[in-house]
């Protein structure tokens, strides 16, 4: 298992045990872990992002701190937090992520999830100009999460 899993899920785990909600001290995670806390950074801002559903709230100084919150909402709830952070366009990458943390709170079934995956693959858009397939996959990602409010 590579430093970036370690890391990211040793802080899932702290979530878990602390109802969602995480408060870390970056040198010392590293200490702990025994990683650079470039590394800590790094997991932090690729991984617990609000498109996976987490706020992430820190403080510097010798006191200083990093936050993590588990956002903890409705099925509806959730995929609407989703559709707000999408923004004009998305890339495969991202919408991947997106259907992943969707999958693992049980938000998606494995089918639906499938499917969804299908749509947002670059195979999906290879017909369209490369400048306006993010835009599009976007659009098309965003009315298949609305569509699924409705069920």
Same mark, same amino acid.
């Given at each position: ?20 909600? #995480?408060? @870390? ?40 701190? @990093? ?27 991202? #919408? ?5 943390? !969707? ?12 499917? !969804?995956?299908?749509? !947002? ?22 009315? !298949? ?7």
């Amino acid at each position: 298992m590579r430093m970036s899993d370690l890391v990211a899920q040793y802080i899932k785990d702290i979530l878990e045990r602390q109802d969602g909600e #995480a408060e @870390i001290k970056r040198n010392e995670l590293a200490t702990t872990l025994g990683c650079v806390p470039s590394q800590i950074n790094y997991v932090i801002t690729s991984r617990f992002t609000p498109e996976q559903g987490y706020i992430v709230e820190s403080r510097r100084g010798g006191g200083g701190y @990093i936050r993590i919150t588990r956002i903890n909402t409705t099925r509806s709830g959730t995929i609407m937090h989703i559709v707000n952070a999408i923004g004009s366009t998305l890339d495969k990458a991202t #919408a991947e992520v997106m259907l992943d943390n !969707m999958l693992s709170r049980q938000v998606l079934d494995p089918a639906t999830a499938k499917l !969804m995956a299908a749509a !947002m693959g670059e195979r999906t858009y290879l017909s369209v100009p490369q400048q306006y397939r993010d835009s599009l996959r976007a659009s098309v990602f965003k009315n !298949m999460l609305l569509t699924l409010l409705d069920t």
